[in-house]
């Protein structure tokens, strides 16, 4: 299984960006759940966001809740992160994750079986 993160880069408060995590090697089916984390230098590794596979439900940290949001695309195995009104704060590498079976733990990393290599978000004052 291979999670290939893209999309992130520098920009300015109050810009927008999207990230995408394209997942192969195993069907997208057969994932329970798909989800973003972020790690800012010196903080531990934060949960961002995350997707249920089968029904659809999303969950988001509430620092990033009505700016943030999680989707997905079935046919191309894709999962996107649509970030708005982006703050400095929101400054990081972006890691999206994958697991294998469902639960209510969807913002536990520790619960997440595969990885992608980050993608570093710089949000400038």
């Known amino acids: 299984v291979q999670l290939q993160a893209s999309g992130g880069g520098l920009v300015q408060a109050g810009d927008s960006l999207r990230l995408s995590c394209a997942a192969s090697?195993?069907?997208?089916?057969?994932?329970?759940?798909m989800a973003w984390f972020r790690q800012a230098p010196g903080k531990e590794r934060e949960f961002v966001a995350a997707i249920r596979w089968g029904t659809g439900s999303t969950y988001h940290a509430d620092s990033v809740k009505g700016r943030f949001s999680i989707s997905r695309d079935n046919a191309k195995n894709t999962v996107y992160l649509q970030m708005n009104s982006l703050k400095p704060e929101d400054t990081a590498v972006h890691y999206c994750?994958?697991?294998?079976?469902?639960?209510?733990?969807?913002?536990?990393?520790?619960?997440?079986?595969?990885w992608g290599q980050g993608t570093q978000v710089t949000v400038s004052s």
């Open positions: 994750a994958a697991r294998r079976v469902y639960s209510i733990r969807h913002y536990a990393a520790e619960d997440y079986d595969y």
């Open positions: 090697g195993r069907t997208s089916a057969r994932y329970g759940a």
